[in-house]
């Protein structure tokens, strides 16, 4: 008879484990496997004020702050560089990258702007100012320099002979080597 008393009380205590303890646990599990794969809009949905709860609280949170990240970087590749992240902590190094990675592709555009509405405007000397870049973007902004640089110096040879040849002197014939259709 006791045998058949311990076999009931281990059941009754393995339903209560499970339903209290393992089966939130899975729930936990499978939302983080669905945040690991990608997808943002994954949340748990569980409310108790033990252990499980705040753990559930917590993955909730992280889906979140994922998600606003995930959002903003949704804006970046569709080319909208206005909205940054709350950055939730100093350690919050993602938030942090994210939004120095705004200001960085709005400094650009607002530099490769500039030169184009100088070229526009005829100032041909404007150069993009590189202070602030590092890396790739430093080699891109250097980039439209080295560019302006090689299209203008032929330009300003031929425009000082036609200046010359107008006021009637016949300048000597241009040595200088220029790439491409010069």
């Known amino acids: 008879f006791t045998g058949i008393i311990a076999a009931a009380l281990s059941w009754i205590i393995s339903n209560i484990f499970a339903s209290r303890i393992a089966n939130p646990i899975k729930k936990l599990a499978g939302v983080a496997d669905k945040i690991a794969l990608g997808d943002v809009s994954a949340t748990v949905d569980h409310t108790s004020n033990d252990e499980i709860g705040h753990l559930a609280d917590s993955m909730n949170k992280m889906a979140t702050n994922v998600r606003e990240q995930a959002i903003a970087l949704q804006s970046i590749a569709d080319g ?103």
């Open 80 to 182: 909208d560089f206005k909205n940054g992240v709350a950055i939730k902590s100093d350690k919050d190094i993602l938030s942090i990258s994210l939004n120095k990675l705004i200001s960085t592709l709005n400094e650009m555009t607002n530099q490769v702007g500039n030169l184009s509405q100088a070229a526009v405007d005829g100032k041909l000397d404007t150069r993009g100012k590189l202070d602030g870049f590092n890396g790739g973007y430093y080699e891109i902004i250097n980039g439209f320099n080295d560019t302006l640089d090689s299209l203008i110096s032929p330009l300003q040879v031929a425009a000082e002979y036609v200046e010359r040849i107008s006021n009637g002197d016949i300048p000597p014939r241009i040595q200088d080597e220029y790439n491409g259709d010069f």
